[in-house]
């Protein structure tokens, strides 16, 4: 079944785009607490060397400082990947220039690595974790010829590259627990996430299926006065208001009694779409019960403006339709109240529209009538 075509502009509840992913926010908000406990350790550690008269150090902290308030940017811009890729990039230099100015392979902040890993593979997933252990290992490897060399002078004694064997043994299988780790902790998330996701579908359907007519398609009586207040704040910001139009099919029951309950369904799913292409894009259609709609109709300054769009929904629901070799000519008996000329009441307004629509009715049908008060 075709979906009417003022249904189509309607928000659908089963195919808006996800919600944001908690996830996601949860890596943001560690991303963010990283960058910022980072910042709190570099600019202590710029005063204790600024006081020490170590300039050539505080220097070097003040640029990484910089950059860690430029991730910091990134993530309030929007863009945590980037943010978290800088911050990686910002603590493996941290760590390799303490190395470097320290006692190398044999310094404390080789334990600064694994942390880097974790941080690499939770946020960013498997291959910023594999760059930068490669990265780190081929820093170990250049650290290691670098003091071979006398390129640089740390605070340790001389080693060879046995240590290299070592200390990288110890990198690469705490590495490797912490992928392991992450990767189960990972999976668990998407997991979590998965359900957490086919719960909202759930009850997004739930929800769907409560508030729209399984035979039509259509907003069931539950929507109506939700759209009827929707519709009237929005008229009523351009000095205009809502018709509300009961809608009865002349002679439904006896159609149903003779040719069958499946042709009278058959019959209200075409009257459904044949009303619903005459409606503008802002105005609402709604099944009530059996045969009964209701058509709420926005931005109504006179009651020429409903004139004019049953007139169109009157004539083009006239045109003979064959329904299972049997051809019918329906005709529908309306009847109209205005807000806020007849009130504001929905319950009200729609008691008015069916009373017209009844007068409809006694006048002849297939027609329409406006509320008049007895």
Not at 22 to 36: A, F, M, N, S, Y
Not at 147 to 170: F, H, K, P
Not at 236 to 257: M, P, R
Not at 268 to 273: A, D, G, P, V
Request: glycine share 6%.
């Amino acid at each position: 079944m075709h979906e009417p075509n003022n249904q189509k502009n309607q928000p659908n509840p089963l195919n808006q785009s996800r919600r944001t992913d908690p996830i996601q926010q949860i890596r943001t908000k560690r991303i963010g607490q990283g960058i910022l406990v980072m910042l709190l350790a570099m600019i202590t550690l710029s005063l204790v060397t600024f006081l020490d008269g170590q300039s050539v150090v505080v220097v070097a902290l003040i640029f990484t400082i910089a950059f860690l308030l430029v991730s910091l940017l990134l993530l309030r811009k929007g863009y945590p990947q980037a943010a978290a890729a800088l911050t990686v990039f910002v603590m493996f230099v941290c760590v390799a220039q303490a190395m470097w100015g320290g006692a190398g392979l044999r310094s404390s902040a080789l334990t600064g690595y694994p942390a880097v890993l974790l941080f690499a593979m939770i946020m960013l997933g498997k291959r910023t974790f594999y760059v930068a252990l490669a990265a780190m290992v081929a820093y170990m490897v250049f650290l290691i010829f670098a003091t071979q060399s006398g390129w640089r002078t740390g605070t340790e004694e001389a080693m060879g590259y046995r240590w290299l064997g070592d200390y990288g043994v110890i990198l690469i299988a705490a590495a490797f627990i912490i992928r392991v780790l992450a990767s189960d902790l990972l999976s668990l998330l998407d997991a979590l996430h998965v359900q957490m996701d086919d719960a909202t579908q759930s009850k997004l359907r739930a929800e769907h299926i409560a508030n729209h007519d399984n035979l039509t398609g259509l907003p069931n009586r539950r929507m109506a006065e939700q759209y009827f207040h929707e519709l009237l704040q929005l008229s009523q910001e351009k000095a205009a208001g809502v018709g509300l139009v009961f809608v009865d099919v002349d002679n439904f029951k006896t159609f149903n009694d003779s040719h069958g309950h499946d042709l009278g369904d058959e019959l209200l799913r075409h009257l459904s779409q044949t009303i619903s292409s005459q409606l503008r894009k802002s105005d609402r259609l709604v099944r009530i019960a059996g045969d009964e709609f209701l058509i709420l109709l926005s931005n109504i300054s006179k009651s020429a403006d409903v004139e004019i769009i049953l007139e169109k929904v009157r004539r083009a629901v006239a045109n003979p339709v064959t329904i299972r070799s049997e051809t019918l000519i329906p005709a529908l008996s309306m009847g109209i109240a205005l807000a806020p000329d007849h009130g504001h009441d929905f319950r009200e307004l729609v008691t008015m529209a069916d009373h017209a629509m009844y007068q409809a009715k006694a006048a002849g049908r297939n027609q329409y009538q406006f509320f008049r008060p007895n």
